[in-house]
């Protein structure tokens, strides 16, 4: 990192994770496509060095640890990785290792773009609406694991805690068996995810920012991540941006007519209109209404639903890529967003698509965009050629079914 921009050699070493089950048939595919592409695209002036890094299974089968200490200090010190699905280690140790990454290396944004690829089966009447950028915190919230289970002296010490110290006992319907968990959302992990999400929709030319959020009933923690999330923006990128908060004060001071001709007057001047969404009416409006979005910043397990259920309407997990990225170190994981499908595992048959358009997001990352496009031009042409793998193949009529490694070559013919 050069005073905050990722400073790429042409032959930079990239550090990947093979991952378990279907992992090791989707990383050749993608390794394959995103090798020819850079290739094709540079003729040769540019080359990834691919080193391997151990995790999951394999870590363990060779190691005796899943997530062993080498892994983190690689991907730390090469700042820009690559991995496949893990399987998560079944009762004791590392929760997740995913999470696990995700706190070692404070990768405060899970980037998950959502768009749909012309023929793709989808279940909704006008996929090609969907076409949105999901920025979701990434180490806070309810997910940051503090849980206590029911029945334990840790959730009966914080139940006492709570009606005694706090007053608030009688909020606990059944203390003598409810488990607990603590939701942490600050001040600082709002406002960075927030002015991540802002600072690339002002690079990307995109119209809104919308701050999802459950704030009409956790009023300080989800309440409190749209409140400072407004604040940052106004404080510090002034007026480039135009703020719903910004539309109320003018509504209260001089009336709707004057709020919404200044709206009006910030969209003429292409000024970043930043509004916010109630998350329960938002994931109708993916439904309802997707083209009215194209930037969201939200909570951890806000995101969470929101991307799976974001990413059904464009064709599944099998093709939905995604990052975890923190943007003032450089570090950024990208991976696929499915799991290991152990029963598919070897086979040759699932779709590679999602790890291989993480390796797209991760060219991006590096400023190679000429390979990215490439790429997603090629993988386009051959799912409206309708030479597809089984997933794709099982909702298509008149399809051709292909493997994991044929659709990879598919595409490279394509390049
Ligand atoms: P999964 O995503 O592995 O599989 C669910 C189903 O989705 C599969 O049976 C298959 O039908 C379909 N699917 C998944 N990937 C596909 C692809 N590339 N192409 C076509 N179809 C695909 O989810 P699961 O069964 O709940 O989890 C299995 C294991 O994976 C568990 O150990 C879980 O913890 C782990 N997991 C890891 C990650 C990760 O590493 N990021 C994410 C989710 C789950």
Not at 81 to 99: A, E, W, Y
Not at 215 to 229: Q, R, Y
Not at 339 to 356: I, K, Q, V, Y
Request: charged share 25%; glycine share 8%.
């Amino acid at each position: 990192m050069d005073n905050g921009k990722l400073n790429v050699p042409d032959c930079p070493i990239i550090p990947f994770i093979e991952g378990d089950g279907i992992g090791p048939d989707v990383w050749s595919a993608s390794k394959m496509v995103i090798d020819a592409a850079v290739e094709k695209v540079y003729n040769g002036t540019r080359k990834i060095e691919w080193k391997e890094m151990l995790a999951g299974e394999k870590a363990f089968n060779a190691t005796g640890e899943w997530l062993p200490a080498d892994t983190l200090k690689t991907a730390s010190e090469y700042l820009v990785s690559i991995k496949g699905p893990l399987t998560t280690p079944v009762g004791g140790g590392i929760r997740s290792l995913n999470v696990a990454m995700r706190q070692e290396l404070d990768l405060y944004v899970c980037l998950r773009p959502v768009k749909w690829y012309k023929g793709v089966p989808s279940p909704v009447v006008k996929p090609e609406n969907v076409n949105f950028v999901i920025f979701r915190e990434n180490t806070e919230d309810i997910y940051a694991g503090i849980e206590f289970e029911a029945g334990s002296d840790k959730a009966k010490k914080m139940y006492e805690f709570i009606a005694n110290e706090m007053g608030q006992g009688k909020k606990v319907r059944f203390p003598e068996t409810s488990a607990f968990g603590i939701k942490p959302v600050s001040k600082e992990g709002s406002e960075r995810l927030v002015r991540s999400a802002i600072e690339y929709a002002l690079e990307h030319k995109l119209p809104t920012v919308s701050i999802v959020h459950k704030g009409n009933i956790m009023k300080f923690t989800e309440g409190g991540f749209k409140i400072w999330g407004y604040e940052m923006a106004e404080r510090e990128f002034g007026d480039k941006i135009f703020t719903w908060g910004q539309w109320e004060a003018a509504k209260k001071a001089s009336g709707e007519e004057h709020a919404n001709t200044l709206l009006k007057n910030a969209q003429a001047a292409g000024k970043l209109i930043i509004n916010d969404v109630i998350a329960d009416n938002f994931l109708q409006q993916i439904l309802l209404a997707p083209q009215d979005y194209s930037v969201i910043a939200t909570l951890n397990l806000n995101g969470d639903y929101i991307s799976d259920a974001a990413a059904a309407a464009v064709g599944g997990i099998g093709i939905s890529p995604g990052a975890n990225i923190n943007y003032k170190t450089g570090h950024a994981v990208f991976e696929a967003t499915h799991g290991t499908a152990p029963r598919f595992a070897n086979t040759d048959t699932m779709n590679p698509s999602s790890l291989l358009l993480s390796g797209v997001m991760m060219l991006e990352y590096m400023g190679w965009t000429e390979a990215a496009r490439a790429i997603e031009k090629a993988m386009a042409e051959a799912i409206m050629r309708k030479r597809v793998t089984v997933d794709f193949y099982n909702l298509m009529h008149d399809a051709t079914l292909l493997k994991t490694s044929e659709f990879a070559l598919e595409i490279i013919k394509n390049l």
